[in-house]
C-alpha cells in the first residue's frame, strides 16, 4: 500500500530561524514528489516538484531535497517569516495506466512561526 | 487566469437535504478530481474523472456522486448528507502532458451538516 508519512506533526519556530520538515514514502513506481504549502480554509499551492534523478531544487527560501533511494524528502525553510505559518503537505506520485499519476497525500505538518 | 473554481466557500445544511457543490475549471484538463480533508487525515480521494462521461471511485466514495457531462465542470453530489460528512471539501485537476504535471486545486469548500 502506498504511504506518505511525515514528520513532526506540528512544529513552532521563533521568526527569522530555519527549520526543516520531513517526508518518507512507500510509493510504487515512482513518478514525482511534490511539497505543497496550504494555509487555513484554502486550497494546496505547489511550493517544488522534484522527479526520481533529481535531489535538490529550490523555490526562493524553500529548498527540497530527495533521495530516492531511501524514499526520503525534506523541505528546508530558511529565515522563516510569519506568512510560512501554514500546512506543509508531501505528495508522491505513481504512474498509472493512461497517462496520469495517482497521488498519495501526507497528512502534513503544522508550522507556526511565531514573533 | 488559469483556475479551479469551487462554490460555495461554506455551506451549512440539514441532515437529509440533496445538496451539490459545483466546480470548473479553465485549462481544458481530462482529469478533474473530488477530495475530502479532515483533521489528523490529510486528503482522501473521493471520486475522480478522467475524461467526459468517464468516473470512478476513490478512496472514500460512499455517500456520494459525481457526473462529468462536460469536460470544464465535475459537481459533486451529496444525495442525502449526513454528519460524518461534514468536511473540507477541495475539487482538483490535473492535465496529463509534460514532465512537471501536477494538480491544480480549488479553494475548497467547508461543508457542515447538521
Known amino acids: 500500500k502506498n504511504q506518505v508519512e511525515q514528520s513532526p506533526q506540528s512544529l513552532i519556530i521563533l521568526e527569522g530561524k530555519n527549520c526543516t520538515l520531513q517526508c518518507n514514502y512507500t510509493v510504487s513506481p515512482f513518478s514525482n514528489l511534490r511539497w505543497y504549502k496550504q494555509d487555513t480554509g484554502r486550497g494546496p499551492v505547489s511550493l517544488t516538484i522534484m522527479t526520481f534523478s533529481e535531489n535538490t531544487k529550490s523555490n526562493g527560501r524553500y529548498t527540497a531535497t530527495l533521495d530516492a533511494d531511501t524514499k526520503q524528502s525534506s523541505l528546508h525553510i530558511t529565515a522563516s517569516q510569519l506568512s510560512d505559518s501554514a500546512s506543509y503537505i508531501c505528495?508522491?506520485?505513481?504512474?498509472?495506466?493512461?497517462?496520469?499519476?495517482?497521488?498519495?497525500f501526507g497528512t502534513g505538518t503544522k508550522l507556526q512561526v511565531i514573533p | 487566469e488559469a483556475q479551479v473554481t469551487q462554490n460555495p466557500r461554506y455551506l451549512i445544511t440539514v441532515t437529509g437535504k440533496k445538496l451539490t457543490v459545483t466546480c470548473s475549471q479553465n485549462?481544458?484538463?481530462?482529469?478533474m478530481s473530488w477530495y475530502r480533508q479532515d483533521p489528523g487525515l490529510g486528503l482522501r480521494q473521493i471520486y475522480y474523472?478522467?475524461?467526459?462521461?468517464?468516473?470512478d471511485k476513490g478512496d472514500v466514495p460512499e455517500g456520494y456522486k459525481v457526473s462529468r457531462k462536460e469536460k470544464r465542470n465535475f459537481p459533486l453530489i451529496l444525495e442525502s448528507p449526513s454528519p460524518n460528512q461534514t468536511s473540507l471539501y477541495f475539487c482538483a485537476s490535473q492535465t496529463k502532458t509534460g514532465p512537471n504535471y501536477g494538480y491544480t486545486f480549488g479553494s475548497g469548500t467547508r461543508l457542515t451538516v447538521v
Open positions: 474523472s478522467m475524461n467526459v462521461e468517464v468516473t
Open positions: 485549462m481544458n484538463h481530462e482529469y
Open positions: 505528495v508522491v506520485s505513481a504512474k498509472v495506466p493512461g497517462g496520469y499519476q495517482k497521488v498519495t
